[in-house]
């Protein structure tokens, strides 16, 4: 599966993921619309294939960004053509960039300007988003001053321009809670959620508390839709408790995933995703994590069975040589 990656990045971001959910979605095939009360970067919706969808966010920089996307007034060229200026400046500006960073930054939080956020989305700090109290961008600068090159610039514009072609009149963007979205689902139509992961890196504006997961499971259950759920099972350190205390009632498959984003060292090492799904998982692998690890292992087996051969074979080389001799 070919993925459409889209044009805002920010860290937990679905895309190595997109063929394993769609796989999952394709075992009911649902007839209805694409329901996503967590829409994030839009990653899973842009891959999904509907005509028809929900689509909201409690961000409403990025439902703003999209919306823009969808009626036109963020077009390819427009971004183009903001990026090369943007570049211009960058590249020149004084203490390695920064002080345009800065003046972007600023003039964000004041205005809310979409293409700034698109602007500070791919030259913060690696690659995070985050929003501090009053709404106002918190992440600093990656400190590449020639961040913006042309080929950058022409993969964000090739990436805004694929955006465009599959969001239709017929998606609706919302900004509300998902509490509110989630009601409006029909048996027909199938609900992907990607919340905040909890008691890992939120946001501000996707803040999330036990209160928030135990809601949502109440609101999920009673739903007439099929829903799959995006949440994390376990990583080297812990498990998740809400997958005990809620989860655990529907089927659940999960996988091995890379997360590499945020400064804490927890955040960069392998964590087990689940998929929660309120139907069965036929011709689905139920659990594949631990395969790396018994990869690593296969691999040092062969590496060892390697270094043996080449021993041997030396010492055979050696006995050879101290015999004629």
């Given at each position: 599966m070919?993925?459409?990656?889209?044009p805002?990045?920010?860290?937990?971001?679905k895309?190595k993921?997109?063929?394993?959910?769609?796989?999952?979605?394709?075992?009911?095939?649902?007839?209805?619309?694409?329901?996503?009360?967590?829409?994030g970067t839009?990653?899973?919706?842009?891959?999904?294939?509907?005509?028809?969808?929900?689509?909201?966010?409690?961000?409403p920089h990025?439902?703003n960004?999209y919306r823009?996307?969808?009626?036109?007034?963020?077009?390819?060229?427009?971004?183009k053509?903001?990026?090369?200026q943007a570049?211009?400046?960058?590249?020149?500006?004084d203490?390695n960039?920064?002080?345009?960073?800065?003046?972007v930054?600023?003039?964000?939080?004041?205005?809310?300007?979409p293409?700034?956020?698109?602007?500070?989305?791919?030259?913060?700090?690696n690659?995070?988003?985050r929003?501090g109290?009053?709404?106002?961008w918190?992440?600093?600068f990656?400190?590449?001053?020639?961040?913006?090159?042309?080929?950058y610039i022409t993969?964000?514009?090739?990436?805004?321009a694929?955006?465009?072609t599959?969001?239709t009149?017929?998606w609706?963007?919302?900004?509300k809670?998902?509490?509110?979205?989630?009601?409006?689902?029909m048996?027909?139509?199938?609900i992907y959620?990607?919340p905040p992961y909890y008691?890992?890196?939120?946001?501000?504006?996707?803040?999330?508390k036990?209160q928030?997961e135990?809601?949502?499971?109440?609101?999920?259950?009673?739903t007439?839709?099929?829903?799959?759920?995006?949440?994390?099972h376990?990583?080297?350190w812990r498990e998740?408790?809400?997958i005990?205390?809620?989860?655990d009632?529907f089927?659940?498959?999960?996988?091995?995933h890379?997360?590499?984003?945020?400064?804490n060292?927890?955040?960069?090492?392998t964590?087990?995703?689940a998929?929660?799904?309120n139907?069965e998982?036929n011709n689905?692998?139920q659990?594949?994590?631990?395969?790396?690890?018994?990869?690593r292992i296969?691999?040092?087996?062969?590496?060892?069975?390697?270094e043996?051969?080449r021993?041997?074979?030396?010492?055979?080389s050696l006995?050879?040589v101290?015999?004629?001799?």
């Amino acid at each position: 599966m070919k993925v459409i990656v889209p044009p805002i990045k920010s860290q937990g971001i679905k895309t190595k993921l997109v063929p394993w959910i769609m796989d999952i979605v394709k075992i009911v095939q649902p007839e209805g619309r694409w329901i996503e009360p967590f829409l994030g970067t839009g990653v899973v919706a842009f891959n999904s294939g509907f005509k028809h969808s929900i689509l909201n966010d409690t961000n409403p920089h990025i439902i703003n960004f999209y919306r823009g996307i969808q009626d036109g007034t963020i077009t390819p060229v427009i971004v183009k053509h903001y990026l090369e200026q943007a570049n211009s400046k960058l590249s020149s500006a004084d203490e390695n960039g920064y002080t345009y960073f800065r003046e972007v930054r600023d003039r964000f939080n004041k205005e809310f300007a979409p293409l700034d956020l698109l602007f500070l989305s791919r030259a913060g700090f690696n690659g995070m988003m985050r929003f501090g109290g009053k709404g106002n961008w918190n992440i600093p600068f990656c400190k590449k001053p020639n961040r913006f090159a042309q080929a950058y610039i022409t993969k964000i514009v090739n990436q805004v321009a694929k955006a465009k072609t599959v969001i239709t009149d017929n998606w609706t963007f919302t900004n509300k809670s998902f509490a509110d979205i989630i009601p409006l689902a029909m048996e027909d139509d199938i609900i992907y959620c990607d919340p905040p992961y909890y008691g890992r890196y939120v946001d501000y504006y996707n803040g999330w508390k036990e209160q928030d997961e135990e809601l949502l499971f109440n609101l999920l259950s009673e739903t007439k839709a099929k829903f799959i759920l995006s949440t994390w099972h376990h990583n080297d350190w812990r498990e998740n408790d809400m997958i005990k205390k809620f989860w655990d009632k529907f089927n659940i498959v999960t996988k091995d995933h890379f997360y590499h984003s945020g400064g804490n060292i927890e955040n960069r090492r392998t964590i087990v995703e689940a998929l929660v799904c309120n139907f069965e998982l036929n011709n689905i692998q139920q659990h594949n994590h631990g395969q790396l690890a018994k990869n690593r292992i296969e691999q040092l087996k062969i590496f060892e069975f390697a270094e043996e051969q080449r021993s041997t074979a030396l010492t055979s080389s050696l006995v050879k040589v101290i015999g004629h001799r």
